[in-house]
């Protein structure tokens, strides 16, 4: 080989290098005018506690699924509105009778080490997810969804591989439901849902998922997690619309106080915070009012009794408890932050909800304290002999208030006495579904937008803290699924209501909004998704001193 053809291909190669690192950096996303973007783009985000894992069928705390949005992506996504647009799959067609959907996949979809990603590692992660030898919590979520056999394999009465999901080749996916279930594409939106390498999880075992074996399929890859300190994910170069990405890279810093998160904001050591203290919302209000911002979101607090556990299995006892909560002062004079009463597990946001209102909510409270009283001392408890109830809690500052007030409310108007068993958020986690706990301060987060997210908690085969079990509800569930319009489907929902209002399992308490800081400069962050989805592939960061 003669120089001057080494000098000629010497400079091929490196004009090739250079081409491929700016078209790398190159954006084609549809910036506002004018706008002027920082040299550096880096994303700062305020957690509350450590992410569990980054196995997306086993994560079930918010910490880890707030990453997994980002290092994950998923058959469809969810816009700044919170409606379905597509992910993964491109398109999609359901058949006439409702019952099998056909996902389509994007032909350069690639794992974040560059192998190809096909509708195979999907199969093997909704197989993987159902697997009793899992034991993913979220395992129901998939018969909640009627997929063929998916409640038959948890339950243990049939093979992993007679779920309904299967690749019919490497770019199409094709999922048969039990019954047509008219919410079922947008429950796919959540982080279990994602893919899995199966190639990667025989090579690593346990290993797969930490940060230097995990493969990611979302926008950024993840590359460290310090415990106690953060996770960073960087920008992965194989995500399918990496060039319409921005940010380079994310850093989760774990904060587990909200008032020291909103100092690290004030002294510009976060650019979001993962919520703001209450005590300190009217103040953050009126000095951040352009830098806080407000989700109405479908987010429900409530205690779940025991049903299950003396004394709490006796239903006058729960009445009594739940008669004997001030729901609007809780409201308007604890918490505030734009929280609203509940009488009912679904907050009034939820789309296809039905406006249920038991009829005891009407009643004057110092009527309904009356009533507690009458129906406590029936029970043969009095002031010389009171009812003593514990509550089980995380030690975060909105159930802390609300359960100190609520133990308040009970000890002066009622013959009760309250232990308020208050441990960390992962403790709490862990423990909210022993049976020997009397009541837990529970709360739920709408998993897709739809009435059935909420009533689907007490279905038998579900994760419920107060281990309610009755055929007629379990009946009025799969009736859901069979309506043939929405009025009807109303109609059952109205009756889910109304059993568990007579049956009391629960009290509801309050829905929440969630109030949260972001810097100015940060742009594609704010949005109005009631499922409180936030995607960083949206978010780029404006030139600022």
Known sequence: MNNTFSIRLFLKQTILMVTLIMASNTQ??????NVKLAKEQVLREGLIDNPVTFDPQQADDAASNSIMLDIYNQLINYDQKGNVIPGDAKTWDVSLDGKIV???LRTNLKWSDGSKLTAHDYEYAFKRWVNPNIGSNYAYYLALGNVTNAQKIIDGDEDVDKLGVKALDNNTLQIKLEKPTPYFIKMLGIGYASPVSEKNCEQWGNKAFKPEHLLSNGAFKLKQWIVNEKAVSERNPFYWDNHDTILNKVEYRTVNNYATQVNY???????????VPMEQYQTIQKNYSRELHDIDGLKTFYLSFNTKKKPLNDLDIRKALSYGINRQALTKYVIGMGTKPLFTVVPKLTSGSINYVPGWSNEKQNELEQLSIKLLND?????????????????????????????AMWESQLPVKVNLNVVEYKTWLSEEMNKSNDIVFDDWTADFNDPLTFYGIFA??????????????????????????????????????????????IAPLFSSSLPYLVKPYVKGWVNQNPLEYFYAKNVYITEHS
């Open 460 to 505: 038998s085969s579900s994760l419920d803290s107060s281990h309610f079990s009755n055929h007629e509800y379990d009946t009025l569930v799969s009736k859901t699924f069979d309506a043939k319009s929405k009025k009807e489907r109303g109609f059952y929902f109205i009756k889910l209501a109304h059993l568990i209002n007579k049956n009391m399992n």
């Open 28 to 33: 084609s996303i549809n910036l506002p005018k």
């Open 102 to 104: 056909t996902f389509h």
């Open 379 to 407: 029970k043969g408890y009095s002031k010389n002999n009171p009812l003593v109830v514990s509550i089980l809690l995380p030690n975060v500052n909105i159930f802390k208030k609300s359960a100190q007030a609520i133990q």
């Open 265 to 275: 904001y004030k002294a510009n050591d976060l650019d979001t915070t993962w919520t």
